[in-house]
């Protein structure tokens, strides 16, 4: 479904990690404005919506 939850983290545990929550149709793009130069992991399905509570929904967040 393209409502399911997502969450993405780059960079886990590094200075320069980053988070991203939103939807499934809207991962491509936030794939693209994240970039996949560093390890990327990501996490589809309901059990990620508690994630989307935690960050900005379709935001990208640095964490330092």
Known sequence: ????????VTAVSRRDETRWTGRLAELGD?????????PV???????????????????IEQVA
Do not use: K, W, Y
Not at 30 to 38: E, N, V
């Open 1 to 8: 479904s393209p409502a399911m939850p997502v969450a993405v």
């Open 30 to 38: 936030a794939l693209l404005r994240i970039g996949t130069d560093q």
């Open 41 to 59: 992991l990501v996490g589809i399905g309901q059990g990620f919506a508690a994630a989307r509570v935690q960050a900005v929904p379709a935001d």
